[in-house]
């Protein structure tokens, strides 16, 4: 029962490309959120989807960034034009319900940009 | 929205401590969880505990709900119990995310 994928798992990108993070949930998981950590602090809340809905994405800059989680496929998380202050880890839980329940976490992304 | 803060920030044990972090948040909640990133930087789901007392091996949690804190017990701790220790919570107003403090780092020297 493999557990939250994330690829890859560490990304490099120049200033104005773009970056893509995928998420694939544990199995019969339908609830994903995404969280950024950056170096020595905690884990910031970014955004929350079901399959096919985004349900809050309250914690999610207004420009560059977007989210979604098809119907088939892993969830993607897309930022454009990338800058050096996106350099973090991306990290994607998922759980079976909503609010309450255990999440679990992937191991990650690690996004530089140079 | 609801604010998690933690303490101490660090923590230095000696192998084979016993220790106590701590965990106030502002508002009530309906999910409250522990976990443990290690040096590697994966994050393990330690405790689902919106109320009441759990144990698993060394490590224990008891969330006070009423009085909006929980605790963390580590005994006997060991080496690879270093990391940083998150709670985080869901709750309040902003009922859909969950809201991490700011973590405790733990080192237990050998």
């Known amino acids: 029962n493999a557990g939250v994928m994330q690829n890859p798992r560490h990304l490099v990108r120049r200033r104005g490309q773009e970056a893509r993070l995928r998420c694939s949930p544990m199995k019969g998981h339908s609830h994903v959120y995404w969280y950024r950590q950056l170096p020595e602090e905690g884990l910031k809340f970014m955004v929350y989807?079901?399959?096919?809905?985004?349900?809050?994405e309250s914690g999610m800059p207004k420009e560059r960034f977007s989210a979604e989680f098809p119907k088939e496929g892993p969830s993607i998380l897309r930022i454009q034009q990338v800058v050096r202050g996106d350099s973090a880890a991306y990290f994607c839980?998922?759980?079976?319900?909503?609010?309450?329940?255990?999440?679990?976490f992937g191991s990650g992304t690690q996004l530089s940009v140079l | 929205g609801i604010q998690v803060e933690q303490s101490p920030p660090d923590l230095i044990l000696q192998e084979g401590a016993n220790s106590t972090l701590r965990c106030n948040f502002s508002d009530s909640v309906n999910n409250l969880q522990w976990f443990h990133q290690n040096p590697w930087g994966q994050l393990i789901n330690l405790f689902y505990i919106p109320s009441g007392t759990k144990q698993n091996g060394r490590l224990s949690a008891t969330t006070v709900a009423t009085e909006r804190y929980s605790l963390l017990y580590i005994s006997s701790s060991q080496t690879t119990d270093s990391g940083v220790y998150f709670c985080a919570v869901k709750g309040g107003a902003a009922g859909n995310k969950l809201t991490f403090g700011g973590g405790t780092r733990v080192l237990v020297k050998p």
């Open positions: 839980a998922s759980s079976h319900t909503g609010s309450t329940e255990k999440l679990f």
């Open positions: 989807l079901q399959k096919e809905n985004i349900i809050d």
